[in-house]
């Protein structure tokens, strides 16, 4: 059982296109033993200073995953039947299939922000330069695509990224892509701004007809930018000029756009032209497309989403937490559906304004910091949230983040395994805190972090501590906290694959046009911080380092992660094996094989 625990609880996933319900990014394939949720309906208090005991829900969650499958085995040879006709042991491909998305495919242009982006490239329509890919834990494994060859001109000061693509490419018109369209193609992307990382970009310059450099404003010193540009759409100039790709999209990919109601259903045909040779087909491509034809149905409601599921209708399922029990053992769908789940790299957790000009001043004293954290009952918080759909973390990253220390989790000596009001009141008697009531500031509508502020609420007053919410849109609320006199503390929520990238976005001064980062951290208030979180972005794979930030977050007491998600998924069995690309895990359907018999 142990062996079983620790397979399943490492692994997560984002099923992007196909996904019924939200998804974050999130993956790392290391083995972690983590908790992974509770079913409890009552909150579990542990007495003063212990750690928290191992809950009855754990192990229901737990037994509640026996006969669900793990993502990453999903993805092995091994998970495939051979006594069974398959797409991989036969020249025949499955005829169509019908996904489900939560998601309006409003437009279908290569270069758009956020999750469109990876879903345009990934559905695909549309390739980039390279993907990248995550093997073993190891994170930002490059994969060519379109490239045949990518090398930095000097390693040693990396401001020239050298690219040359196959010289025999061509799109769904049959035009040729060349350098000049891979130059065209990376600064539509740098004017749309479709992530950050292309401002590190200066411009691109055409070698010849097949090879581009990329230049560098200042030298690259992490995978994280590189994999990103590499990451672009690429796309025929002439095409562009002929098309409206917001309806009409003439990729390089292994299915086009065969037509679309919009806001309803998008039918995805395979290219039987596809350019490249079977030999040379990264993983995105590989068989050159196993299914004839892909429909995917917009469906926004969960519940009629399950109804499709249950019909037939649809080959993908995201599964709400209140029907979980129905594939369960006992259920009225127990193994008629192939089931597997992600636990998810984000968290959700709470973070003080140490800038110094925090409305209530105790929040500059790290005795009352200490004194919230140990006041609020994480485990209890996810009783309250989520009876299978979230688990408790024990560092500043979800457990299945690149570098999370598996490690983190055995430690019982601080705030992230200890409920202790007691403790919160001796701290909080230590400080000069009067009862002034702190500004706590959350993202409205988002159902498990809304709850979980209104707990902490009353486990703060429990101690003495007065908290007024203040939920507001994330517009609003990303103005609003650049303000550092406007709120003590704030409810937060980040993904990212990568711990580095993870603590990029929230605490790299850098991100940031206030001099401090998210949470008021500056050079002055805590020098030699920024160093550290320049260093981990430039190398992610050193645990000392990873291990040096987390430690300096908890002796200073500025935040602390509270839980991260479980998704649970349900998929029609005819799927023998998933393809997935990128460090995601974004799912390629027209690439997996399924059974034929």
């Given at each position: ?17 196909a ?37 009855d ?161 200042a ?17 025929s ?7 409206d ?21 998008y ?14 087909c990264c ?31 649809v ?6 937490a209140t ?10 769908h127990?193994?008629?559906?192939t ?8 968290r ?37 949230i ?12 979800g ?33 000069d ?6 500004t ?25 501590i ?15 906290k ?67 930030i ?8 500025i ?13 029609n ?8 690309v ?8 027209g ?7």
């Open positions: 059982m142990k062996k079983f625990i620790v397979l399943v609880l490492s692994l997560a996933m984002v099923l992007s296109l996904a019924c319900g939200n998804s974050n990014s999130s993956s790392n394939d290391s083995n972690n033993t983590t908790t992974a949720g509770n079913t409890n309906s009552e909150t579990t208090t542990a007495g003063a200073g212990s750690a928290k005991e191992e809950s829900a754990k192990a229901e969650v737990v037994k509640a995953n026996e006969g669900f499958i793990s993502y990453l085995d999903f993805n092995t040879d091994e998970i495939l039947d051979t006594s069974r006709k398959s797409t991989a042991n036969s020249d025949e491909r499955y005829p169509e299939i019908t996904l489900a998305s939560n998601n309006e495919i409003k437009t279908w242009t290569a270069w758009q922000s956020g999750r469109g982006r990876h879903e345009m490239v990934l559905g695909g329509v549309w390739e980039p330069l390279a993907y990248n890919i995550e093997i073993d834990g190891e994170a930002y494994n490059i994969e060519p695509c379109l490239a045949e060859d990518i090398h930095w001109e000097d390693e040693s000061n990396k401001t020239h990224l050298i690219v040359k693509i196959y010289d025999y490419i061509k799109d769904f018109d049959g035009n040729e892509i060349k350098a000049s369209d891979v130059k065209f193609s990376i600064e539509q992307a740098m004017v749309a701004n479709i992530a950050g990382e292309y401002a590190q970009v200066d411009h691109v310059e055409i070698i010849d007809d097949y090879t581009v450099d990329i230049v560098w404003k030298p690259c010193e992490s995978i994280i930018p590189e994999t990103t540009i590499l990451f672009t759409a690429i796309a100039e002439k095409a562009f000029n002929e098309h790709f917001v309806s009409d999209p003439c990729g390089t990919g292994t299915y086009y756009l065969d037509s679309q109601v919009v806001g309803s259903r039918v995805l045909k395979r290219n039987e032209n596809y350019w490249q040779k079977e030999e040379l993983e995105a491509a590989k068989g050159r497309g196993n299914v004839d034809t892909i429909n995917i149905e917009y469906i926004g409601d969960r519940s009629m989403c399950y109804i499709s599921f249950e019909n037939g209708e080959f993908n399922y995201e599964i709400d029907n979980l029990p129905d594939f369960m053992e006992g259920g009225k127990y193994g008629e559906y089931v597997m789940f992600e636990q998810n790299s984000g959700y957790g709470v973070s003080f304004n140490v800038h110094g000009d925090a409305p209530v001043s105790a929040v500059n004293d790290k005795n009352f910091r200490e004194a919230v954290f140990y006041a609020i009952d994480g485990e209890g918080i996810i009783n309250a989520g009876q299978y759909g979230y688990y408790q973390v024990h560092g500043e990253a457990a299945t983040a690149i570098g999370y220390n598996p490690e983190w989790d055995t430690i019982t000596d601080n705030y992230y395994s200890i409920y202790d009001p007691d403790k919160a009141k001796e701290l909080l008697a230590q400080t805190y009067k009862g002034e009531e702190l706590f500031i959350c993202q409205s509508g988002q159902k498990a972090g809304e709850t979980a502020v209104q707990i902490i609420q009353q486990e703060l007053a429990a101690v003495g007065n908290v007024k919410l203040l939920p507001l849109e994330m517009s609003v609320l990303n103005t609003y650049n303000d550092f006199t406007s709120w003590d503390m704030w409810f937060f929520m980040w993904a990212g694959d990568d711990i580095g990238q993870q603590w990029a976005r929230q605490l790299d001064i850098a991100s940031y046009e206030t001099g401090s980062n998210e949470s008021g951290m500056n050079e002055e208030n805590f020098p030699g911080f920024q160093e550290k979180i320049e260093a981990v972005q430039k190398d992610t794979r050193t645990p000392e380092l990873i291990d040096e987390q430690n300096f977050l908890v002796d200073n007491a935040q602390y992660s509270i839980f991260g998600e479980i998704n649970y998924w349900a998929l069995k005819d799927l023998g094996r998933l393809r997935f990128s460090n995601h895990k974004d799912k390629v359907w690439a997996c094989d399924y059974y034929l018999d």
